[in-house]
């Protein structure tokens, strides 16, 4: 299996563009996870899909943010305007189902820079 | 508000050294807490622990939880310089389905 994959593994961009994330999660997995990692505010859940369907998106920081998870092998989140506070690593997670205590997979996350 | 501590948020040991990581949680319907392992890239799991007083133990790494104080810590003896990481605690409720992050202990292992 080939883990949780994302890309891309790092994104430099302007102010003001949009930015796409992607991440597909393990297969069988019907549970993925969109974190992101500041040196400030650690790991921080975004979002949340179960059988791809969002269940939490309360993390979700303001409306310039949003994810969508089309079928069970693809998520995208994207950040439109991007601001420099985006910057950060973003995670992409799955587990086999939400009722696990532990299965987390992390990806390698997108190292996002924006200047 | 649920809330995960981390303490310290940065260590640096030399070689062989033993070094103790602690968490303390605050969480409602708590249900587990798991200790992670960060490099450069992606979290990768060490232990989960679920009952209080019972130690979980992976070579030089182990963990105990306590629930009746609300707190863990990850020891590690005889470190090595591949130990240098940033170690993440976590707790997981019964309402929730996705992990509370502490932000990290960065340990630094010098040879």
């Known amino acids: 299996d080939a883990g949780v994959i994302q890309s891309p593994r790092h994104e430099v961009t302007e102010m003001g563009q949009e930015v796409t994330l992607r991440c597909k999660p393990i297969s069988g997995h019907n549970s993925l996870f969109w974190y992101r990692q500041t040196m400030m505010r650690g790991l921080e859940l975004l979002i949340y899909?179960?059988?791809?369907?969002?269940?939490?998106d309360s993390g979700m920081p303001e409306d310039r943010f949003s994810a969508k998870m089309p079928n069970a092998s693809f998520s995208t989140l994207k950040i439109q305007p991007s601001e420099p506070r985006d910057s950060a690593v973003y995670f992409c997670a799955s587990k086999p189902n939400p009722g696990l205590l532990y299965g987390y997979t992390f990806g390698s996350g997108t190292r996002l820079t924006v200047v | 508000e649920d809330k995960v501590v981390q303490s310290p948020l940065s260590l640096v040991v030399h070689e062989g050294d033993t070094v103790t990581l602690n968490c303390s949680y605050e969480v409602t319907n708590f249900r587990s807490l798991l200790w992670y392992k960060q490099e450069k890239k992606a979290p990768t799991f060490l232990f989960m622990l679920t009952s209080s007083g019972i130690e979980k133990k992976s070579g030089r790494l182990s963990s105990i939880l306590d629930k009746k104080e609300l707190f863990s810590i990850l020891n590690i003896t005889a470190t090595q310089t591949g130990d240098s990481a940033i170690y993440l605690c976590a707790a997981n409720s019964n309402s929730g389905y996705a992990l509370n992050f502490g932000k990290g202990t960065s340990l630094l292992v010098t040879p």
């Open positions: 899909f179960n059988n791809n369907v969002p269940i939490d």
